[in-house]
Structures are given as C-alpha cells and as structure tokens.
C-alpha cells in the first residue's frame, strides 16, 4: 500500500522515520512519502492521490482543517476539534480521523492513568483543542491559557474554565504546553510569566514538544512526573496505521521507538 504526509513546509517531518521502522518490523513493502503541497495547491489533493495511488495520507501544517471540505466522510472526533490529521481512502472516497486526539490519551492515559485531574492548558491552537478534547473524555476539570480572548471562541465547545493571565495561578494538578515555546531552548517561565510557586513534586508537566528532548519548561517539574510529545507522536502515527488497516495489523512501538532513538540518539520517550 502506499501513505503518505501533505504539509507544507514538511522536510522536517518525523512520519516517514516512524512509519517505515513500523513497515520494516512488520514485513510489509509498503511506502510512505512527505509530499509538499501547498495551500493553493489542496484543491488538486485527488490527483495527487491518483498520481502516487494513495491509500491514506496523513495530514500536517496548514491543512489540518482545510483539508476537511474535500472529504466524504468524517469522524466525530474530528468534527468536534474541527481538525483532520489522517486520512483513508476507500472505494474512491475519503475518510478523515483525528488521531493527536487519541494518540495524546493514550499516552497521558499509558503514562498518569485515568484518574479525574485539575488540568491546565498553555496554549490554544490546534494542539491545544486535540489535548482539550482528550481530557474532555476523560472527564477531567479543564482551564485553557490563551493570551488572546478571540482564540477561546475557536473551540467547539466551551465546557473549560478561560485564562487571560498566569499571574497569581491557583494549584493544578497538570499542566500541559501545547504552545512552541520551548522549540527553541527558550525558557517558557519567562516568557509566559508563569510562577513555579505552585508546582508541587506532585505536579505533573507534559510539553507536546519532543526535540528538545527536555524543555526548559519541563525543568520546573520533578522527573518522575514529566512527559514530552515523542508518545503523543508515535501514538498518533500508529493509530493512522491501524485505521489504514482496518486494525488487521498492530503496529510495532517498540520498533518505532528504537529507531527513533537511534536518530536523537537515546532516552526519549
Ligand atoms: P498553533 O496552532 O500555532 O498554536 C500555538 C498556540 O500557542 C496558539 O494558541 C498561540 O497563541 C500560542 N502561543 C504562541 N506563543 C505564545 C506566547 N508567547 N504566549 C502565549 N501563547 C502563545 O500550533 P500547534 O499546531 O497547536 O502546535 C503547538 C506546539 O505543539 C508546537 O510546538 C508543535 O510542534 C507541538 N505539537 C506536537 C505534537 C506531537 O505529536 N507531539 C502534535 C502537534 C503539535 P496565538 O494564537 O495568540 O499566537
């Protein structure tokens, strides 16, 4: 068969690294190519699926949402955080999921449980509303951060507690950064004016960013209780497989993971 990632830019993508350590564990001979589309170039994605006989895609920056006017179908999860990261193709028609929603419980779920947490969102774009949407099900307490009032109006729902300032911050139990800072080594507590006055060595951190592997953020918390995005990544990536297979093949994480320390070089899960 054969997948591939539309994004744009997208030489920078880990997908092709995650899906063929899976194919190759697995023995299948399948492909998985990054394609370079452009925005003005998705309304042409047909050809493009025709010109590379594609059975799914996945979906990256700027397409999460555009992409969804050229499906026939698409999943309540992804209706509900109005984003579209994966995509199959079946009988000449287009199927689309949202699997960073699942990908993130899961391993939220793998690494802290189930238990009903008082939960803290930094951040308010596209991963935000998938980490958001996570905790919902989860039956979890939310507040989201956003520094602009407007970017709250942009969830489907507004069943969270809003944030304009992270000055004087009441006790969470988890706090999650779904904005990039971090990318870049730079020091969130500054940034974002956060205290660390009330994080505790109870406190869990989770920064969706994976490389750095540890964020300056993801200091302020102890190690025990801190998780980065490499799970979130891998998961998201496994669960698009599954569903391109109909979950007639389970994918193989450890040989996921094992490649991907051989590229960073150890230790980042
Ligand atoms: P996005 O849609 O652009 O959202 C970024 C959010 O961060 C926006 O709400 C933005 O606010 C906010 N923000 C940026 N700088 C800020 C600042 N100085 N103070 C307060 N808020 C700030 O980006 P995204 O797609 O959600 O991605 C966010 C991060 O998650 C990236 O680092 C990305 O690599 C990571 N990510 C990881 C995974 C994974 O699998 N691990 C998956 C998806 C994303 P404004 O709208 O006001 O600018």
Same mark, same amino acid.
């Given at each position: 068969?054969?997948f591939?990632?539309?994004?744009s830019?997208?030489?920078?993508?880990?997908s092709?690294a995650i899906?063929y350590?899976?194919?190759?564990?697995?023995?299948?001979?399948?492909?998985?190519?990054?394609?370079h589309i452009?925005p003005e170039?998705l309304g042409h994605?047909k050809d493009?699926?025709?010109q590379?006989?594609l059975?799914?895609?996945?979906?990256?920056?700027?397409?999460?949402?555009?992409?969804?006017a050229?499906?026939?179908?698409?999943?309540?999860?992804?209706?509900?955080?109005n984003?579209?990261?994966?995509?199959l193709?079946?009988?000449n028609?287009l199927?689309g999921?949202?699997?960073?929603?699942?990908?993130?419980k =899961?391993a939220?779920?793998?690494r802290?449980?189930?238990?009903k947490r008082?939960?803290?969102?930094?951040?308010?774009g596209?991963?935000?509303?998938?980490v958001?949407?996570a905790?919902s099900?989860?039956g979890?307490?939310?507040t989201?951060?956003a520094?602009r009032?407007?970017?709250?109006?942009t969830?489907?729902?507004q069943?969270?507690?809003?944030?304009?300032s992270?000055q004087?911050?009441k006790?969470?139990d988890v706090?999650?950064?779904t904005?990039p800072?971090g990318?870049?080594?730079e020091?969130?507590?500054?940034v974002m004016?956060l205290?660390?006055n009330?994080?505790?060595?109870d406190?869990?951190?989770?920064d969706?960013?994976?490389?750095?592997?540890?964020?300056?953020?993801?200091?302020?918390?102890e190690?025990k209780?801190?998780?980065?995005g490499?799970?979130?990544?891998?998961? =998201?990536?496994i669960?698009?497989?599954?569903i391109?297979?109909?979950?007639?093949?389970?994918?193989?994480?450890?040989?996921?993971?094992a490649?991907?320390d051989?590229k960073?070089?150890?230790g980042?899960?």
């Amino acid at each position: 068969m054969n997948f591939a990632v539309i994004g744009s830019p997208i030489e920078h993508t880990l997908s092709p690294a995650i899906h063929y350590a899976n194919f190759n564990s697995l023995n299948l001979a399948d492909t998985y190519r990054a394609l370079h589309i452009r925005p003005e170039e998705l309304g042409h994605i047909k050809d493009v699926i025709k010109q590379y006989d594609l059975n799914g895609f996945n979906v990256t920056i700027p397409h999460k949402e555009t992409i969804m006017a050229h499906l026939d179908f698409i999943d309540q999860r992804a209706i509900e955080v109005n984003a579209v990261n994966t995509v199959l193709i079946k009988d000449n028609k287009l199927y689309g999921y949202n699997t960073d929603v699942t990908g993130y419980k =899961q391993a939220y779920t793998d690494r802290f449980g189930t238990m009903k947490r008082n939960i803290l969102i930094l951040g308010a774009g596209g991963a935000s509303k998938a980490v958001y949407r996570a905790h919902s099900e989860l039956g979890d307490d939310i507040t989201i951060y956003a520094r602009r009032e407007a970017s709250f109006e942009t969830f489907t729902d507004q069943n969270f507690q809003r944030l304009s300032s992270l000055q004087n911050l009441k006790s969470f139990d988890v706090i999650i950064n779904t904005t990039p800072i971090g990318l870049k080594n730079e020091d969130l507590y500054d940034v974002m004016s956060l205290s660390r006055n009330k994080i505790t060595e109870d406190t869990i951190g989770i920064d969706l960013i994976y490389n750095p592997e540890k964020t300056p953020f993801l200091y302020g918390f102890e190690d025990k209780m801190v998780m980065n995005g490499l799970s979130m990544l891998v998961n =998201q990536a496994i669960h698009a497989f599954e569903i391109w297979y109909d979950n007639k093949h389970e994918g193989d994480y450890n040989a996921v993971y094992a490649a991907l320390d051989k590229k960073f070089g150890g230790g980042r899960k």
